[in-house]
């Protein structure tokens, strides 16, 4: 790898591995599989899905939908709540596309309707207990009266739902607990209607490590493309499904404190981090020839704008973190740091094409 | 303002106040005044920099230097440390302009000696306690060493100290006792140079609140042009001194609980929070016509990818946080808000031109 300053490498056989495990859990479920571009937000990877017979997408702003669709996608679904002031371009583009937006509020519904000319379709949000958007999915009064409100330009499609809080799950059980509440919740929602609605769904968590999905007709998860440090916390995943690391050249050798620094910082990795349990921001990796390989107890301990402090255990080998040596870092939250890293390749060094942020 | 997405609002007038008021204290002190472009990373803010004398700056990266070369910049110090993989690009930008590097070690000032053919100067980065990077300042020895290394290319122009643990305090008592230890570990090492040598100084508290900068040469911090609401938990500014105000779409109401929901989220904003006492991500504004108006109590409490959550005290006027009002949000770390974000403007709709990210 030719690499001088930080650059997300993308393992590309992890990557689509991890494409296919999804797909083909969908598959056996069947279920509709339209996974969430927001953690790549690259063409090139996008590819890699089609390759599979992708062809549904979800995004989370218009400006991502504009990328994709600029890139040949044609079926979009904008998961995030309809915000009226970007009416016109919506508009524009559902001439184009089939475009699904998200709706939670009357006033949302009601100004779609005014202002959107084009055929699109609208979901409701439901709150199956994350607490972050979405109508309280025993709120049957408000529901039912949205999805009463379709006609043939702005036509009602269904459900969607996100248990975030799977997020705060450890282990395979807490998963499966709030995956469970969060089905139930559903499950006396969608019996209410006299046709059961279509029902999109999809927090990486439950999508990885579930195999109950009644009433659900769409996986939209969108991490697992990449996992990272915090999903295998979560349970999601192992380290070995993780298929990005930043790769970071050492700029400063500290060993009298056990610490190295690295050119990479806040505005490459953005700022969470785990407990793991110490406080960290990415887990240290050596590149090999064809791919990464853990260093335990490695982590990268602070991180400021462009520089990160490296702990490193009192006896390993510091040879391997001299100055201008690259390391890998696994990073703690793949969606920001995939989303903030303009320089992107495979581990062959093939360029990745990145939506280019505003 | 015509504004429908996240949308970085500068207010001018306090920016060009703020870097008046830094260029006045170093004059007044009888400083150089090198004011660090990392937090704009703008050439439109730049020019304010500009009209009022400035002309050497200092920046955190090749690349930002790179781009303040193209917009006419040419007396640079990258206030990072020499990272040997980019030497190349370091030789080809030093051959056009006046070029100053950071050193810490042996090892990067013989690799720059060997690989760097045009004129270029070196600064001893010291730490003068805050560990994150340089040579401690009592370590003398290493200290003399290098700073006798110089030659007619690589010349050495002096110290540089970075006294980011200010970052810490909690007051100007707490920044004065900070800010004093670092200075008189740089005093102790000045006073062994037969010549005293030239010293590079600059966390924005220090600068903004202390009048003792003995042995300092020159102001070097960055922060300050736009501050932001750590600095005025810190104690180094007001918040009326804050310069930047993100806008933010509203697109979910949820008064039951007390929240409204903002297309905004931690590709926005980053993920720095502070604590006070309840943690948060932001403190809202009201948009006025030529500026913004604090809320009191009213704050960004949770942020995901793109998704804000607002609290709101229970009595307020809800109207002003309907779906499609756009709000404003005081960043927690205008330096990491200002990286991200791509669409700025001034409160009166110029553009902020914006060094694309890399």
């Known amino acids: 790898m030719k690499i001088n300053r930080p650059t997300l490498i993308i393992d590309e056989k992890k990557a689509r591995r991890n494409i296919a495990f999804m797909a083909d859990k969908a598959k056996k479920l069947n279920l509709i599989f339209r996974p969430h571009f927001k953690t790549h937000q690259s063409a090139t990877v996008a590819r890699w899905f089609r390759k599979i017979g992708v062809k549904q997408i979800a995004v989370s702003s218009l400006a991502m939908a504009h990328y994709f669709y600029k890139h040949n996608w044609d079926d979009i679904h904008i998961a995030f709540p309809y915000n009226i002031l970007e009416c016109q371009g919506l508009n524009e583009l559902a001439k184009n596309i089939k475009i699904k937006v998200s709706i939670e509020s009357q006033e949302a519904l009601s100004h779609l309707k005014s202002y959107v000319k084009n055929p699109i379709q609208y979901m409701i949000i439901i709150d199956v207990g994350y607490g972050r958007t979405g109508i309280d999915a025993s709120n049957w009064k408000s529901i039912l009266s949205l999805a009463n409100q379709g006609n043939s330009t702005c036509q009602f499609s269904g459900l969607m739902a996100h248990a ?166 696994l990073p703690v939250h793949s969606c920001l740091t995939a989303d903030l890293m303009m320089g992107q390749q495979t581990l062959s060094g093939l360029p990745i094409e990145k939506m280019i942020r505003i």
Chains 1, 2 share one sequence.
């Open 164 to 329: 975030g809080h799977t997020y705060d799950a450890r282990g395979l059980n807490d998963i499966e607990k709030t995956h469970s509440s969060s089905l139930s919740k559903l499950e006396t929602l969608v019996e209410k209607f006299v046709n059961p609605p279509f029902v999109s769904y999809g927090d990486t968590p439950s999508c990885s490590v579930s195999e109950n999905f009644n009433l659900i007709s769409e996986f939209r998860c969108g991490n697992f493309v990449y996992y990272d440090v915090t999903q295998t916390l979560i349970g999601s995943c192992t380290v070995d499904q993780i298929a990005v690391a930043m790769a970071c050249p050492i700029v400063a050798e500290h060993y009298d404190r056990n610490e190295v620094v690295i050119y990479g910082g806040a505005i490459h990795f953005s700022k969470d981090f785990v407990m793991t349990p110490y406080k960290h921001f990415g887990q240290i990796v050596n590149f090999t020839n064809n791919g990464w390989k853990i260093l335990e107890d490695v982590y990268l301990k602070k991180i400021s704008q462009e520089h990160g402090i490296i702990h490193l255990p009192k006896n390993i080998d510091k040879n391997q973190f001299s100055i201008g040596h690259i390391i890998g870092i």
